[in-house]
């Protein structure tokens, strides 16, 4: 379907659209997607459209070619060998994924593998390669609080990555909330949403329809957040100032190591341990989040009556009531990532009944 696309840039462009290039496509008018919509209805919505009117546009990632005529395109048959393969796909054996096999065909043998699945802990090394510290534990210190944080860059592969690690470095807490790697950019309406999301898309050239919204332009490594939130960040949380200093200490040694030339989730020995390490002190600053609270309290609150949310929420008071770090620690502690962590720890088990 075609879609109205930026032909040509005049030299006194406005400071709203100054990241728009030549072929970037229309994508919404006054909030209002272009999707859906054809070219003709695209053009009418431009013209009966109240002035001034916001447009939004996205960056075009392939070229479109016209496809010849039918009478024109040249006929395809597969080869005797290919025919040959498909028979005997069902047949083929296939080994452990990163391991070898081998079919024998009248005139060569075939080999052949599946990859091996990697873990994630790869992604944590394209955090350490391409971002600042101080930007990382700010935009965690966000999603703890379960805000709205969109990562956003021209690169899908990057934004996915970050996401991913953004995830792994919350641990032992567990996102609750929506997560969308890679929003579609016909659907970025859902960034109305008034629910706490983490999700990926790519680059923005405006971001003011989203007053409530933190953007993290990872191509830039910059970080707009709307005024309330500012005052977040590393400084503003327990062993924030910690954390940071641990991630830039991991980034100096990952990115001081010999290139290996393999792609990124293909870790090298030191590469892994690095990642491993600073996984785990990561995952100690974040346990000290929470507080010494025994279960054997909650469990006499619990038989008085409460809930274990109130009872929770009751012991939680006493110990945030001192800290340095109140005014954070009074919104975590109302999140759900921090109410099922504790559930999962101090929840009492029901007892089993002996059987008869």
């Not at 379907?1 to 030549?22: A, T, W």
């Not at 452990?96 to 060569?108: A, E, I, N, V």
């Not at 990115?255 to 990561?282: N, R, V």
Request: glycine share 4%.
């Amino acid at each position: 379907m075609d879609k109205p696309m930026v032909k040509s840039i005049d030299s006194d462009q406005s400071k709203d659209y100054e990241r728009v290039k030549v072929g970037d496509i229309l994508e919404a008018v006054d909030s209002i997607a272009t999707a859906s919509m054809s070219f003709e209805q695209t053009l009418t919505l431009l013209e009966k459209g109240k002035r001034p009117m916001r447009l939004r546009f996205r960056r075009s990632t392939m070229t479109e070619q016209a496809s010849p005529p039918p009478s024109k395109r040249h006929r395809q048959y597969l080869s005797t060998l290919s025919v040959d393969v498909l028979h005997r796909a069902r047949r083929m054996k296939i080994n452990d994924p990163g391991h070898w096999s081998t079919t024998r065909f009248p005139t060569f043998d075939f080999s052949y593998q599946f990859p091996e699945r990697h873990s994630d802990r790869w992604s944590i090394g394209a955090v350490l390669r391409l971002l600042t510290p101080d930007k990382v534990v700010k935009t965690m210190a966000y999603l703890l609080l379960e805000k709205q944080v969109v990562i956003m860059s021209d690169s899908p592969a990057k934004v996915s990555a970050v996401c991913t690690a953004l995830l792994l470095l919350l641990s032992p807490f567990q996102w609750q909330s929506t997560y969308i790697p890679l929003l579609p950019s016909g659907l970025l309406d859902f960034l109305h949403s008034p629910v706490p999301f983490l999700v990926g898309c790519h680059s923005l050239h405006e971001t003011s329809e989203w007053a409530d919204v933190c953007f993290y332009d990872i191509d830039r490594d910059s970080i707009a957040v709307p005024a309330v939130m500012r005052h977040l960040g590393s400084s503003s949380m327990p062993n924030g100032v910690e954390l940071c200093r641990l991630l830039q200490e991991a980034k100096e040694r990952f990115c001081a190591l010999h290139p290996s030339g393999k792609p990124w989730y293909e870790l090298s020995d030191e590469q892994d341990m690095i990642i491993t390490l600073t996984l785990q002190e990561a995952d100690i600053f974040l346990r000290d989040l929470g507080f010494d609270i025994s279960s054997q309290d909650l469990a006499a609150l619990i038989s008085g009556g409460q809930s274990f949310y109130n009872s929770l929420q009751k012991e939680v008071a006493k110990e945030v009531r001192n800290s340095i770090y109140k005014d954070y620690l009074d919104k975590f502690t109302q999140t759900q990532l921090f109410c099922q962590y504790y559930e999962s720890l101090l929840q009492p088990k029901p007892q089993e009944k002996p059987q008869t």
